[in-house]
């Protein structure tokens, strides 16, 4: 059975750049959009798709021998080499500010913004300040989704080993608690530094439980959806409803069915089969798709460290006019044309920015992981 999906990798790279977009405030035509301009749905995205994904790769090695530790250190060494040199990143440019003249420039002084205490720059360092430790977001915001979903794994490789007969009946029961917990504490699914843990267990068990209705009825799926014209249209037919539950539904108590909304269409898209599918097979989208993660934990530094203080540099210094104000929102572009055209901008430099920090970290990162793994398992083995 596949374990690689690349429409699914590829879906994952074009939320990726959506969340990187609704970081950057611009005058343009998607500015404002519910569904373009929004980017914590696409966050549970993330979740149920990293539930199927790690279940559809791991399930059966850990129940056939494969150690928890071995498989909690390749997923640290996938997620916390990129998150370490990105806050080093930040926390360079805010030395920088020190010795050079961007003080009344920049919009905090450096070191100064709202929670960037020494402890919470700790806890980030650590990966824990999404546990509840700390009350606001700091230096690389996205980040809290990568402490929570870190020690998420861990709970699911426990329950893949010790927990045998009725799997998927125990990963429904805590995937639905801490629904029903995050509902009666926050209100809504969009909980980040304190109620995290909670969202990504919701939304990665039933990304767990779609891979087992996958696994289970793959044949059945492939025979029911190999007409490529039907496949199709139920392709089309699932992505302009969730496009639709984004803009319209996604918001208060509704937002709980997000996860599920989203596992639905994952398991519609598993299959592959229909012109959607097709059309995002295609190499661009495959590369955005593995650039994903980098795009993901990069785009803020160049949001706001590059393009945001660069561009107070410009006006304050220069006198250039980049942004207008609207409201309490400053915007990039002084009208529609040209704020389009630096998001476009933005995004260009952040995935070009991600290709340089997959080649130069994450890929290296992880393959040197697997290295080590390697050789301690044949000395293992040799003993």
């Not at 608690?177 to 919701?202: H, I, N, P």
Request: with cysteine; hydrophobic share 50%; glycine share 6%.
């Amino acid at each position: 059975m596949k374990k690689y999906f690349e429409t699914l990798d590829s879906f994952r790279g074009i939320c990726a750049c959506i969340v990187a977009l609704s970081h950057f405030n611009a005058n343009s035509i998607i500015y404002g959009s519910s569904w373009l301009d929004r980017g914590s749905p696409y966050v549970d995205f993330f979740f149920v798709l990293s539930g199927f994904i790690i279940f559809a790769n791991y399930q059966d090695k850990l129940v056939q021998g494969t150690k928890i530790r071995d498989f909690i250190w390749l997923r640290w060494a996938r997620l916390y080499p990129l998150h370490f040199m990105v806050l080093l990143a930040f926390i360079a440019v805010d030395v920088v500010q020190l010795f050079i003249n961007f003080g009344q420039t920049a919009l905090y002084p450096p070191f100064s913004a709202p929670g960037e205490t020494p402890w919470a720059i700790a806890s980030m360092f650590l990966l824990i300040h999404s546990l509840g430790v700390t009350d606001t977001l700091a230096l690389n915001g996205p980040s809290w989704s990568i402490s929570v979903e870190f020690y998420t794994y861990i709970l699911f490789a426990l329950i893949i080993v010790y927990i045998k007969k009725f799997q998927a009946l125990f990963i429904g029961m805590i995937s639905t608690l801490s629904a029903l917990a995050l509902y009666f504490l926050y209100g809504e699914l969009y909980a980040k530094l304190d109620y995290g843990f909670l969202r990504c267990v919701y939304g990665f068990g039933f990304g767990a439980l779609t891979w087992m209705v996958y696994k289970t009825y793959a044949p059945i799926i492939e025979r029911k959806l190999s007409h490529y014209l039907k496949s199709s249209a139920l392709e089309l037919i699932g992505l302009v409803l969730v496009c639709i539950y984004i803009a319209k539904f996604s918001f208060d108590g509704a937002s709980f069915a997000a996860p599920i909304i989203f596992a639905a269409l994952i398991l519609l898209f598993a299959n592959e089969s229909g012109a959607i599918s097709k059309f995002l097979k295609a190499k661009l989208f495959v590369f955005i798709g593995t650039l994903s993660y980098s795009i993901y934990m990069i785009h803020l530094f160049i949001s706001g460290k590059f393009f945001e203080l660069g561009t107070r540099v410009l006006e304050s210094k220069f006198g250039l006019n980049i942004t207008i104000t609207e409201g309490d929102t400053k915007l990039y572009g002084t009208n529609l044309l040209y704020g389009s055209l630096l998001e476009l901008f933005y995004l260009a430099v952040v995935i070009i920015g991600s290709y340089i920090s997959y080649k130069l970290i994450e890929e290296p990162c992880r393959n040197y992981a697997k290295k080590l793994l390697a050789k301690r398992r044949n000395k293992e083995q040799v003993k």
